[in-house]
C-alpha cells in the first residue's frame, strides 16, 4: 500500500492521521529486540544441555547479537534519514521474524551463533527507524506522548525479559523448550510486517547526507576483532593470534575515527564524529555507558548459569529471583530524569554506587553461605539495591551528556551511546565470562565469586568517572 512521505525538514500542514496506530506498530516491533536483549539469557543452560555448547559458545550466543546490532546501528539509522524509514523497518521486521526462526529451528551452536547474529543487524535495521519516525511524526507534547510510550514498553521488556524467558523455557510448549524464547518473535513479526504495510507512512530527512557504509563494515570488523580473542582465547591458551587480532581491532576503530576527523567530504555523514569526541564530557559519558553495559551483560550471563547449573534452579525460579533487579529499577526511573535536571551528574553518581553496591552484596552473600546452596532471599537486597541504581544512572545518562554537545551533533551522538551500549554488552559477556567459565573447575559458586569483583569494578568506574560530566541534564526545551 502506498503512503504519503513526510519529512522533518517541511512542516506537515496537519498531523498524520494514522500516526498513533503507526507508533504503536513500531513500538510492538521494537519489543522483539526489547525482549531478546534479556529473555535469551535464562534459557542459555538449557541451550547448553540440549546443544552441547561450549563456554565460548554460549559467549558467542549472547555476544553476537550485540555485535551484529551495535556495528549496524548507526548505519542503519543514517540509511533510513536519506532513502526512506518505511522500507527499512519492514525490511528490519521481517528479517528479524525470519532470523528468529533461524535460532529456533538451529541443530548445532554454530547455526545458532550465526542466525544470533543476524537477529542483532536486523534489529539494528529496525530499531532506528523507530526513533527517527517519531521525531517526524510528532511534535510537541505529543512527541513526549510517544517517547514516553516507546519508554514505558522499554522499561516493561526489560522487566519481563528474564521472567518470560524462564516460563516459555519451562513450559514446554509443543516440546520447544528453550527453542520458544525465539519462536515467539514469529507470529508478533508477521503482525507487526502486515500492520506496517497498512499503517506506516514513509518519513525521511531531505538533508541527510550519504552513510558511510564502508566505515560500517570496518567499524562492525573492528569490534568483532576485539571480542574474538576474550572469547576464545582462554581455551587456547591465549596465543600470540588473539593479542594481534585485538590490537588490530583496536588500531581499525582508532583509525576509522581518525580518518573520518580528516576527511572534508562533507555529503559523507560519519559514523563517529569528531567534534563529539573533542568534548571530554561526551567522551567520558559513552566510556560510562560502555561500561554499565559490561558489567551488566556480563553479570546476568554468569548469574543465569550459576543459578540453573549450579543451584538447581529452574529457567521459571531463575527469572523469578531477577524480578528482584526490575522491582528496583521500577522505583526509580520514573524520577529519575526530573533528578537529573536538578542534580545533574550527581544522580548518576549515585547510581553507579547503588550498583556497585547492590552486585558487592551478591558478591558477599554467595561467597559466605554457609549452606551447600544460597537461597533466593539473600540474593533479594543486592538485586534490590542495584536495580535500584540502574534507574538513577541509565535513565538520564544520556540527557546529562548531551547537554555538552551542540544540537546539531545530538542525533549522531545518541547512536554512538547506543553502539557504546551494545559493544560494552558483547564485551562483557566476553570478559566476564571468561573468568567465570576460567574458574568453574573449582565450582560455580567460585567462579561467580572470582567473576563478580569483574562486576562490581565496571560500576566503581562508572562513578569516578561522573564527576567528569556535565553537571545539569537537558531539559525539554533542549537547553
Known amino acids: 500500500m502506498s503512503t504519503p512521505a513526510l519529512t ?75 532513502y526512506g524509514r518505511r522500507g527499512l523497518f519492514l525490511t528490519g521486521t521481517a528479517g528479524f521474524g525470519l ?10 551452536p554454530g547455526q545458532l551463533i550465526a542466525a544470533r547474529a543476524v537477529q542483532g543487524v536486523l534489529a539494528a535495521v529496525l530499531v532506528p527507524q523507530v526513533i527517527g519516525s517519531f521525531r517526524t511524526l510528532f511534535v510537541g507534547r505529543e512527541r513526549g506522548a510517544a517517547f514516553g510510550m516507546y519508554g514505558a514498553v ?30 515467539v518473535n514469529v507470529p508478533i513479526a508477521v503482525a507487526t510486517f502486515l500492520g506496517g504495510l497498512l499503517l506506516v507512512p514513509a518519513t525521511r530527512e531531505r538533508s541527510a547526507g550519504r552513510p558511510d557504509v564502508l566505515g560500517s563494515v570496518l567499524l562492525a570488523a573492528g569490534l568483532v576483532a576485539i571480542v574474538l580473542p576474550l572469547v576464545q582465547g582462554r581455551e587456547n591458551g591465549w596465543p600470540l593470534w588473539g ?10 576503530v582508532a583509525g576509522l575515527g581518525v580518518y573520518e576527523a580528516r576527511r572534508h ?37 554468569v548469574f543465569a548459569i550459576w543459578l540453573q ?19 528496583g529499577g521500577f522505583l526509580t526511573a520514573p524520577v529519575a530524569d526530573s533528578l537529573a535536571t536538578r ?14 553496591a547492590g552486585f558487592g552484596g551478591i558478591w558477599v552473600a554467595v561467597a559466605h553461605a554457609s549452606a551447600p546452596h544460597t537461597g533466593a532471599w539473600p540474593l533479594v537486597p543486592g538485586l534490590l539495591v542495584s536495580g535500584a541504581g540502574l534507574g538513577f544512572l541509565v535513565v538520564p545518562l544520556v540527557n546529562v551528556v548531551l547537554s ?76
Open 99 to 108: 532470523a528468529s526462526l533461524a535460532c529456533g529451528l538451529a541443530q548445532s
Open 154 to 183: 522499554s522499561g516493561f521488556a526489560s522487566a519481563v525479559g528474564l521472567l518470560l524467558g524462564g516460563l516459555l523455557t519451562d513450559a514446554d510448549l509443543f516440546g520447544w523448550g528453550w527453542r520458544s524464547v525465539f519462536l
Open 265 to 301: 567530504a562533507g555529503h559523507i555523514t560519519p559514523l563517529l564524529p569528531a567534534r563529539a569526541f573533542r568534548l571530554p564530557a561526551f567522551s567520558l559519558g559513552v566510556l560510562v555507558q560502555l561500561l554499565f553495559s559490561v558489567g551488566m551483560q556480563g553479570f546476568f550471563l
Open 404 to 479: 555538552a554537545v551542540p544540537a546539531d551533533l545530538a542525533g549522531g551522538a545518541s547512536g554512538i551511546f547506543s553502539t557504546a551500549q551494545q559493544f560494552g554488552g558483547a564485551l562483557g559477556a566476553a570478559a566476564v565470562g571468561t573468568v567465570f567459565f576460567g574458574h568453574a573447575d573449582h565450582g560455580l559458586s567460585e567462579a561467580l565469586t572470582t567473576a563478580m569483583p569483574w562486576v562490581t569494578a565496571a560500576f566503581v568506574l562508572c562513578a569516578v568517572l561522573t564527576p567528569a560530566l556535565p553537571k545539569t541534564a537537558v531539559t525539554g526545551q533542549g537547553e
Open 8 to 82: 522533518s525538514t517541511a512542516p506537515a500542514t496537519a498531523p498524520h492521521p494514522r500516526r498513533w496506530a503507526a507508533a504503536i506498530v513500531m513500538t510492538t516491533a521494537a519489543l522483539m529486540d526489547l525482549l531478546d536483549v534479556t529473555i535469551v539469557n535464562v534459557a542459555v543452560p538449557s541451550i547448553a544441555r540440549d546443544l552441547h555448547a561450549s563456554a565460548g559458545d554460549l559467549q558467542w550466543l549472547v555476544s553476537a547479537y550485540l555485535l551484529g546490532f551495535g556495528a549496524t546501528l548507526i548505519v542503519s539509522g543514517h540509511l533510513g534519514d536519506r
Open 309 to 327: 547449573a549450579g543451584e538447581r534452579y529452574t529457567p521459571m525460579q531463575a527469572g523469578l529471583v531477577t524480578v528482584a533487579f526490575s522491582v
Open 343 to 356: 542534580y545533574g551528574r550527581a544522580v548518576l553518581g549515585a547510581g553507579a554506587l547503588l550498583m556497585a
Open 243 to 252: 593479542w594481534l587480532c585485538l590490537a588490530a581491532g583496536v588500531c581499525a
